[in-house]
């Protein structure tokens, strides 16, 4: 009994001294600023469940940094037409309930997207016309009409590759917490504490190289401040996003490095142009001109990221970011365009909406006393990020704070993604036959001149129509323990695991 006792107390003495880095070894603990509101690839289209399905599925395709195709589960490819696309399977790959992939689960899995059920994410769904299963490795994807942007969009979470068999099992509540996720990545999921964390583990039978540690944990930490301190203290390993105060933090910490590097990403103050006194130009624009954002974004971010010019990130082909002159507030012009809309500012009462995320509360913060210079008085309502993006659908909201990251980087999706009518995202409610047309003539033709005077003549209506006002370009910012190496933030901000290792 002695001896036991004595080896119990020996090994929990190595195990301490080995400090948080030993948990490191075979479990890579994250901090992410939201928890997934899915894990069903086609039921959102937000950035920490497109996270999570980016560590539990695989695509057809997968796009190298510099925005080439590369191999996923399939293989090779051939463009039979500018409308068919032939791929050929992997043979072998095996789902995490040990079934093989075939022909049938990919034509599930796209079609199945493009039902009311994909809604979230119609915007690269919306052209695929079928899949037809050509022999048991290989399918014929057929679009409705030439799209330039859609071949890319296929290694984007949508087009991820779930199991049939599972999905059919689970109905409506697969995806949930009640239900696991069945995908062929690198990682099977293990367990979810709604709003607190999420628990995968690597997946033996992975049919690439494998994960180099066995659990993933990642914990929702929405206060940026506490994110910092989990990774300071070795309570975390990757925390990300790190708030523009922190940065020096972790910086000049010789046990943490930080990662810094461009984003795609627009944040906006969107107007629901549904709902009076909003579906007047005049009044978006009016409460544009009342906004002083060069002073919004130095208050809240100093020198992290910048103030865009333009809805498409300057990280995007074809943007005219920078090329237009930076907003300048004018108050005697926003009462002007208040007046002429025949509305007296202060006779309304407003809300902006946000999510609880510190630097948007903070902006909505400002707004809120800039928009009082104006005498329009303005309520500010936080919410949590489930329950933000519910109310957003419902189309309660007058004004909104909220972000926007093309996963796939072509201007397409850049605009699509916010503004046609008929986007899942579509917040601000925007109809509008010129924003849809110019969009479908992009989606039909292939880089060139061409495609590059549509998106940039549109970019300068967007502007004058002003569904929103641009906030902030973000940068990819993630800290991270000095002991774990092959983690890169992505510009698109779905950070991978696949070559993220422990050093000992």
Known sequence: MKKGFLALLALI??????????????????????????????????????????????????????????????????????????????KDVKFHNGETLTAEDVKFSLERAATDLGAPIRTYAQNLAGVDIVDPNTVLIRLKKADYSFFPSLAHNWASIVNRKAVEAAGESYGTVSSAPVGTGPFKFVSWEKGDKYTLERFDNFWGEKAKFRTLVIRSIPEPTNRTIELE????????????????????????????????????????????????????????????????????FRDFGKVPTSIISNAIKYSTDGQAKPHVRDLDLAKKLFADAGIDPKTLKVQIWTNERKDRVDMATIIQAQLTELGLAAEIKVLEWGAYLEGLKKKEHDMFILGWVPSVPDPNFAVAGLLESTSGNNYTFTNDERTDKALAAGRGVPDGPEREKIYKELQAYIDDLTPMVYLFNAEAVAGVQNFVKGFNPKPNDVHSFRETYIEE
């Open 233 to 300: 203290t070795g309570a975390v390993d990757i925390a990300y996003p790190i708030a523009p105060n922190d940065l020096k933090r972790i910086r000049e910490n010789p046990k943490l490095v930080l990662f810094r590097g461009p984003q795609t990403s627009v944040t906006y103050l969107g107007f629901n142009a549904a709902k009076k006194p909003f579906d007047d130009v005049r009044i978006r624009r009016g409460i544009k001109a009342a906004l002083d954002t060069m002073g919004i974004h130095a208050a809240v």
């Open 13 to 90: 003495f190595v195990l301490a001294s080995c400090g948080p880095g030993l948990a490191a070894k075979d479990t890579l603990i994250v901090a992410d600023q939201y928890d997934a509101t899915t894990m069903d690839p086609i039921r959102h289209n937000d950035v920490p469940s497109s996270r999570a399905c980016s560590a539990l599925y695989d695509t057809l395709i997968f796009l190298n940094d510099d925005g080439s195709p590369s191999p996923g589960l399939a293989e090779q490819w051939e463009f039979v037409s500018d409308t068919q696309y032939k791929m050929t399977l992997r």
